[in-house]
């Protein structure tokens, strides 16, 4: 899960830049944009999970 949120942001901070540099219509933005609404679904599927806790 860290390792989600770790990526999570890592692509965040690459979309703000790259909406900085290249503008926020630039294809590379959209992209990392695309690719980070995949990464939170993901991370809020996750989140809703419950946890499961078996008896042994």
Do not use: A, C, F
Not at 18 to 37: A, C, F, H, M, V
């Amino acid at each position: 899960m860290d390792r989600l949120k770790l990526h999570l942001e890592y692509v965040r901070e690459k979309m703000i830049r790259s909406g900085l540099e290249n503008g926020l219509q630039s294809p590379k933005t959209i992209r990392l944009s695309k690719q980070l609404d995949q990464i939170l679904n993901q991370y809020q599927k996750h989140e809703k999970s419950p946890l499961i806790i078996t008896k042994k």
